[in-house]
């Protein structure tokens, strides 16, 4: 600003005596050794300042014009806060601080600085008028300049070789840290030093050590990381120096106000090893006790060495408790080996014994399989016997629903005889008793008996079957047992259309190898799959892979260890190929030598099962009109949803089918149907998880729920009112009755004008 201050100070103040005032200024502070300058009354705009700033505060008077505050950046960190916290604080322009700067030759010194309001005669204040000096002289002479430096070098030196007798002295943690402590109180003249160390195991901070006032309740204590000045310090690896931890936000005053130790001053540097932060030493003063920047230095200077201290002895500690723990490992392995010693002996005493209990238990279990397959065989031959007599209609004619329910007696009979030769086939084969009846059989009449008996299995779940064949025509049979055959591809094609979804693809396909003397016959569905380390557990017997109770694929767990078994006994393999959801793929290869047999007839091919569709209602059942109510059931049982299917119907209600929770909230945002039925007790989602999802869904919020549970227990009805159900019905119910509560939900709802 140089040659335009007059004409600055005329724009920006236009009053007579600020003009009087700069020119006597002038005068005055163009010779002397002080800094004279004259501001605005925020003290924002330098209006004249004297060319003493260069010497005193270290900054050309350019650099202040520009920026009037540019002065305090020079401050000494120890002073820099408390000075602008004046400065931002002073009332009515009055500012009166001495303090320390840091000059750009790396000197420090002392200066004094003051401001005082320029008034008119009225009283009104125009401006500030400000002094600053150099009073380095008056405050330190040089002799005690080079007194302070050399005592402080002399504590400087005799710490640092403390320290380093600590660390070859001792490996005694405690010991060490109580040293290191009390060293650092008494070097830096504070009122209490502390020691906090991360923990090695989790991501917890503790003090491991305190001295001076309060440190009885600081050691113990832990923290979080990044928790307070220590443990940000550890966090980021970087010391901190502040004047006034009020003023600091990451100081906790918790610790202050349990002990009422009132922190004033604080500093704190990390411990590293090896560019690793282990932990952080502090020390603190009360009010009127500050550090500086020398004692950062040293303190520094000190955790350097105690860090190393702190390593090597947790080090030393936790190789003396791994020497503990190998002697007592060593002393439990001897004890073990003499126990082991006596236990070889008895038990080789007993296993005698026990051979002997074994093989009559054997023969135990032998008469106990004989004795149970008669009793078990015969009242089944009187069921399998009296349903096949009364399908012959030899007690007179049966209706198609009593036919049907025939048909299902006999079905689950014939399913409780298979069980029954599973287990005593497995048997057999486990103290190889089971024979082979080994004869020229026909490949295409065992492959297509084996798919017509699972094909009103794969019809009632809408699967597709197929099959395909491909060998030498004039070599159409192999030697093998014909039943043990069937058995084998009726279990396999059984486990495929059960793990198969509805209008899912179930197929077996026979390929001959007259290269390697082989036939393949191949299994594979568009299932659920198998994922790769369940498949290890396929051929064990009794081994299901969805073994909870609420399984949503019933049986023994027979099957596929009998047909592993059977393989083998035809001197052949299996091996599977799977993945969870995406299907699988049962190998079956026999050995098939070249030889000319007589070829047996050809069986009638089997008709493909999803030409015939499911009929939509069953014989002299009524069908209801298109625009009558959508009922929604979801039930995993099927005798109940026979039921429903020919009660409902009859009643004008349309119905669609489920038999989990997953699909009831699916179906539901496709059809929108007017009421749902919901059992509770399904597999995968059961009922109540369902009723809340639908819930939570906008569009399906206001249809009508009713809980049909065997739920009947206290407390069942109010979980399943709780969680969104209309109604509750417990089974068993009456039909009328629950025509009644459909009837009235859907008038509620107004779906019935």
């Known amino acids: 600003m140089g040659k335009n201050t007059e004409m600055t100070i005329h724009c920006q103040i236009n009053e007579p005596t600020i003009d009087i005032y700069i020119s006597l200024l002038r005068q005055l502070a163009e010779t002397s050794d002080e800094v004279f300058w004259m501001a605005t009354l925020d003290q924002n705009q330098i209006i004249y300042i004297s060319p003493a700033c260069s010497k005193v505060w270290d900054c050309t008077p350019d650099s202040l014009y520009t920026n009037a505050g540019v002065w305090l950046d020079n401050i000494h960190l120890a002073d820099r806060e408390r000075v602008v916290n004046a400065f931002e604080n002073r009332v009515a322009g009055k500012f009166d601080e001495q303090y320390r700067l840091m000059r750009s030759n790396g000197s420090t010194s002392w200066v004094w600085s003051r401001t005082f309001p320029i008034r008119d005669r009225s009283g009104q204040v125009l401006g500030i008028l400000g002094i600053s000096e150099d009073i380095t002289e ?11 430096a050399l005592h402080s070098r002399i504590n400087e030196l005799a710490a640092l070789s403390t320290v ?43 003090f491991a050590a305190a001295s001076g006032e309060a440190s009885d309740y600081i050691v113990g204590k832990s923290l979080a990381l990044g928790s307070g000045i220590g443990g940000w310090v550890i966090q980021h690896g970087q010391p901190i120096l502040t004047a006034d931890v009020s003023q600091d936000p990451r100081f906790l005053q918790s610790f202050d106000q ?33 550090f500086d920047l020398d004692d950062l230095q040293l303190l520094s200077w000190l955790a350097a060495p105690a860090a190393i201290a702190i390593e090597n002895a947790r080090l030393y500690k936790h190789a003396q408790q791994e020497i503990i723990e190998r002697k007592r490992a060593e002393a439990a392995l001897a004890a073990e080996r003499a126990l082991l010693t006596q236990r070889v002996e008895a038990r080789t005493a007993a296993l005698q014994s026990a ?22 065989r015969t009242p089944l031959s009187t069921i399998l016997g009296k349903t096949e007599a009364l399908q012959d209609l030899v007690r007179g004619p049966l209706n198609e629903r009593q036919l049907d329910s025939l048909r299902s007696v006999e079905e689950s009979a014939e399913h409780l005889l298979s069980l029954i030769n599973d287990i005593l086939d497995l048997s057999k084969i486990g103290v190889g008793k089971l024979e082979l009846d080994i004869r020229a059989v026909s490949v295409e009449a065992v492959c297509q008996s084996s798919l017509r008996m699972v094909r009103e299995a794969a019809h009632k779940k809408k699967i597709k079957v197929s099959y395909s064949s491909t060998f030498d025509s004039k070599v159409m049979t192999l030697r093998a047992d014909e ?7 009726m ?75 059977m393989v083998e006994l035809h001197d052949g393999g299996i091996s599977v190929e799977s993945d969870s959801a995406q299907g699988s793929r049962f190998i079956v290869w026999l050995p098939w030598p ?3 047999y007589t070829p047996e007839q050809k069986a009638d091919p089997l008709d493909n099962p999803t030409d015939d569709l499911p009929p939509q209602a069953r014989e002299g059942g009524h069908r209801p009109a298109r625009d009558a109510p959508l009922i929604l059931i979801a039930e995993d049982n099927e005798d109940s949803i ?57 569009d399906l919020a206001r249809i009508p729920i009713i809980a049909l549970t065997a739920l009947a227990m206290p407390g069942d009805r109010e979980r399943c009112l709780r969680a969104g159900a209309s109604d509750y019905i417990s089974k068993p119910y009456s039909l009328k009755g629950l025509i009644d509560a459909i009837q009235t939900h859907l008038e509620l709802a107004g779906t019935i004008r």
């Open 164 to 206: 380093s007798q600590i660390i070859n002295s001792t490996l005694d943690l405690d010991e060490m840290l109580t040293l290191i402590t009390d060293i650092a109180t008494r070097l830096l003249n504070a009122a209490a030093t502390s020691v906090l160390l991360r923990m090695e195991e989790q991501d917890d901070l503790f």
């Open 258 to 290: 349990a002990t009422g130790f009132n922190t004033q001053a604080m500093l704190c540097v990390p411990l590293q090893v090896k560019e690793q932060t282990i932990g952080a030493i502090s020390v603190m003063n009360k009010k009127n006790g500050c």
């Open 355 to 376: 051979n002997e209990e074994l093989a009559k238990a054997a023969q135990l279990k032998d008469e106990f399989l004989a004795s149970m397959s008669h009793e078990l």
């Open 594 to 596: 070249p030889e000319e």
């Open 642 to 698: 026979d039921t429903l299917l020919d009660y409902l119907p009859a009643r004008g209600y349309r119905l669609d089918i489920v038999y989990n929770g997953q699909e009831a909230v699916t179906r539901a945002q496709q059809e929108l149907p007017d009421l749902i039925l919901m059992d509770i007790q399904m597999p995968g989602m059961n009922g109540l998880e369902a009723i809340r999802r639908l819930r939570d869904e906008p």
């Open 483 to 489: 039943r043990r055959l069937k058995q084998i591809l």
């Open 138 to 148: 008056r405050t330190q002479t040089q002799d005690e300049r080079l007194y302070q």
């Open 491 to 565: 279990n396999l094609l059984s486990n495929a259309v059960k793990f198969t979804p509805e209008e899912g693809e179930v197929g077996l396909d026979v390929v001959s190898d007259a290269e390697n003397e082989r036939i393949y016959f191949t299994v594979w569905d568009t299932g659920i799959g198998i994922s790769t380390e369940d498949q290890a557990k396929l051929f064990q017997p009794f081994m299901q892979l969805d073994s909870r109770l609420s399984r949503q694929y019933v049986g023994t767990g027979l099957g596929l260890s009998l047909v592993y078994r």
